[in-house]
């Protein structure tokens, strides 16, 4: 499985958020923020869905596959 390549970090520092205080924001932990920001775990549709409407931005501008080649 590809994992999806991401600017949750940015975006959470945009908003001035710790990890800690976004992951309480979207109800999951930490380690979850910390492991999506260094792509080694794809959120659920959900939490992609959760994370897009807190920073206000569509999920693909968040969430994108890696360009091949």
Request: overall charge positive; glycine content about 6%.
């Amino acid at each position: 499985m590809t994992v999806l390549k991401n600017k949750l970090r940015s975006c959470r520092k945009e908003r001035g958020d710790t990890q800690a205080s976004f992951a309480e924001e979207l109800g999951v932990s930490r380690q979850t923020i910390n492991a999506i920001e260094n792509e080694k775990y794809n959120p659920s549709l959900e939490l992609a869905i959760k994370i897009s409407r807190l920073v206000g931005e569509p999920v693909q501008e968040i969430f994108y596959l890696p360009k091949e080649g």
